[in-house]
């Protein structure tokens, strides 16, 4: 097949969305985030860019801590109005509730199904965002996602995003077992 | 709800799936890896772990350069057997056809709709891994995944991996508009 250069434009992949949960200038704060992803397995690590303007980044510089707040389809409504009026303006942990673990500073939205306790361990200073290192400290997640104690995706209902349409779109077929389908192809 | 702590592990979203192409030891390898984000717009930037044991970090380490192939759901078993070979055993890049753009040492796999060249401009160390921040250099693409010169995920048809239950997922239903369902909830 042959490459078409479409510039150096990268915003293809399916992302995740999430709510982070700060304590900004002593109040809980929310935005959506989806520039996010695990670099480490044991002890459990990830990576999270945000924009060094965000309410939430000051908040994370301030404590040390955030949590994630995985929504599912029936939180992309808020999901989507998390990110779309600004902290520092707006109060929007007045109409939600609020499930706090074991930090002090990682506040998780108590409607989304799952929440991700963090603590920023480093910082990387990118021309506008920062991007934060940090362990994850515990997750919490609502019976319902549940299977075997284990998260399940068909329960969880998760979504994801894509640009440069800005759609947000559910899970569809599974299409196979992963370290399993790629076994047709390696020779004897 | 009630919330329950589910432990530390933290592997719940949906991932991106990539096929990663370096030039390690002077030859083409490939690797599968799904923890990689974007982390700033412009210039674009992103963010991929990928351990300090594999043979693709070796390569990025030697050349300062990778490709990132986007498959389609047609490349999942493909993409799947490159994350269950080793490139210091098997030559994974002896089977398939490579795509070479401006860059010397970002091998793409031809038949993936999508290639990325990126170049490292920072290495963070962690315990077992690296994490490799590069600035994305060009964008590929298929003609056939194209609408009006911009990636369609429609035509791309990516798929995500989930873990625990170690799945691959093609996109569902389109749920809403980003930067737009959340309007219902701003207030007056």
């Not at 044991?42 to 999270?48: H, S, T, V, Y």
């Not at 994630?68 to 998390?82: F, K, R, T, V």
């Not at 991700?116 to 515990?138: G, K, M």
């Not at 995003?161 to 800005?166: A, E, G």
Request: glycine fraction near 8%; charged fraction near 25%; proline fraction near 7%.
């Amino acid at each position: 097949m042959a490459k078409k250069n479409i510039g150096k434009h990268f915003d293809i992949y399916p992302m995740p969305v999430v709510i982070v949960g700060t304590i900004t200038d002593g109040k809980p704060n929310f935005m959506t985030a989806a520039w996010l992803t695990k670099i480490h397995s044991d002890p459990p690590f990830l990576a999270i860019s945000l924009g060094e303007r965000q309410y939430t980044a000051k908040g994370i510089r301030q404590t040390g801590e955030f949590a994630l707040s995985y929504p599912s389809i029936d939180q992309a409504e808020l999901a989507d109005y998390m990110g779309l009026v600004h902290g520092d303006r707006v109060d929007k942990a007045k109409d939600i509730e609020i499930f706090k673990g074991s930090l002090e500073s990682a506040p998780i939205v108590r409607a989304c199904p799952v929440g991700v306790e963090c603590r920023a361990t480093q910082t990387i200073d990118l021309p506008h965002d920062y991007l934060f290192i940090a362990e994850v400290v515990n997750v919490y997640a609502t019976e319902s996602v549940l299977t075997e104690g284990k998260i399940d995706p068909v329960k969880l209902r998760p979504f994801v995003l894509t640009m440069p349409d800005n759609s947000y779109w559910a899970l569809g077929d599974r299409i196979g077992s992963a370290w399993d389908i790629g076994r047709a192809l390696i020779k004897p």
